[in-house]
């Protein structure tokens, strides 16, 4: 993890409608003055400062050393650290709420995170995942056999690329209750943000060998043409999904 990618994480975070899906996420959370909460992947640090503004006692934990040290220097007086969101450094029942945004994608075993942290929450605990779901993406483009292929492989090449749409059952599945599901649609209007995600797209698919470079390439020089004419779109659903752990066992 280059910190050009986490500089591109902190500029989606700055985002009005990443802003939003943030607040929605913390009222789900009812996180507030007190609660104990875990912003599990926590990138550049953005909702643990945001969770610490509301009261909350905040800790993000985060894979990657880089984002950790990348997330104190953003914020130096939050606390953050190195931790597998699959063996979390908490006691059993040790917290108010769990939060993972952009993470279980990228995860060995989802379900083992979501049991983690079933483990770490208290009777009565919160969780709210979010996340894309990385084959429900729109792109106008001249070539739309192409642009699914790309999208398609891509998602395929991700350890588990569609595991947002099952979020809400595996919550379910976890014995979470109180379970709600909802879906935000992302826009990217801004072209540098754009073209990231499209370069990623792209270079997926190429690994994958779905597309040849030189297919991937002209795919995504269409694209910085669009962009340059101001005809570059690019959207995404966004789900967010929140349970509660019972405070009676189930």
Same mark, same amino acid.
């Given at each position: 993890?280059?910190?050009?990618?986490?500089?591109?994480?902190?500029?989606?975070?700055?985002?009005?409608?990443?802003?939003?899906?943030?607040?929605?996420?913390?009222?789900?959370?009812?996180?507030?003055? +007190?609660?104990?909460?875990?912003?599990? %992947?926590?990138?550049? %640090?953005?909702? &643990?400062?945001?969770?610490?503004?509301?009261?909350?006692?905040?800790?993000?934990?985060?894979?990657?050393?880089?984002?950790?040290?990348?997330?104190?220097?953003?914020?130096?007086?939050?606390?953050?650290?190195?931790?597998?969101?699959?063996?979390?450094?908490?006691?059993?029942?040790?917290?108010?709420?769990?939060?993972?945004?952009?993470?279980?994608?990228?995860?060995?075993?989802?379900?083992?995170?979501?049991?983690?942290?079933?483990?770490?929450?208290?009777?009565?605990?919160?969780?709210?995942?979010?996340?894309?779901?990385?084959?429900?993406?729109?792109?106008?483009?001249?070539?739309?056999?192409?642009?699914?292929?790309?999208?398609?492989?891509?998602?395929?090449?991700?350890?588990? +690329?569609?595991?947002?749409?099952?979020?809400?059952?595996?919550?379910?599945?976890?014995?979470?209750?109180?379970? @709600?599901?909802?879906?935000?649609?992302?826009?990217?209007?801004?072209?540098?943000?754009?073209?990231?995600?499209?370069?990623?797209?792209?270079? +997926?698919?190429?690994?994958? %060998?779905?597309? @040849?470079?030189?297919?991937?390439?002209?795919?995504?020089?269409?694209?910085?043409?669009?962009?340059?004419?101001?005809?570059?779109?690019?959207?995404?659903?966004?789900?967010?999904?929140?349970?509660?752990?019972? &405070?009676?066992?189930?």
């Amino acid at each position: 993890m280059d910190k050009t990618f986490l500089e591109t994480l902190l500029a989606f975070d700055r985002r009005p409608d990443s802003v939003q899906l943030r607040r929605r996420s913390y009222e789900l959370l009812r996180a507030g003055p +007190g609660s104990r909460v875990v912003d599990v %992947g926590c990138g550049a %640090g953005t909702a &643990v400062a945001e969770l610490a503004a509301i009261g909350s006692d905040a800790v993000g934990i985060d894979a990657a050393e880089e984002a950790v040290a990348f997330a104190r220097e953003q914020h130096p007086s939050h606390r953050f650290e190195v931790g597998d969101a699959q063996r979390l450094p908490f006691p059993d029942e040790s917290l108010d709420g769990y939060r993972a945004e952009k993470l279980y994608h990228a995860l060995e075993d989802p379900d083992k995170a979501c049991a983690e942290a079933r483990r770490v929450l208290a009777p009565g605990g919160r969780i709210v995942l979010v996340g894309q779901d990385w084959e429900f993406i729109a792109i106008e483009s001249d070539d739309p056999a192409l642009t699914r292929a790309i999208v398609t492989a891509s998602a395929e090449g991700i350890g588990h +690329g569609r595991v947002a749409r099952r979020y809400r059952n595996l919550l379910l599945d976890t014995g979470f209750d109180d379970v @709600s599901c909802e879906v935000h649609t992302t826009l990217l209007a801004d072209p540098t943000v754009a073209l990231f995600t499209l370069t990623r797209l792209a270079g +997926g698919a190429v690994r994958a %060998g779905a597309v @040849s470079e030189a297919q991937a390439g002209r795919w995504l020089d269409e694209q910085r043409g669009r962009a340059e004419r101001d005809r570059l779109l690019v959207a995404f659903a966004q789900f967010l999904a929140a349970g509660r752990r019972p &405070v009676t066992p189930s």
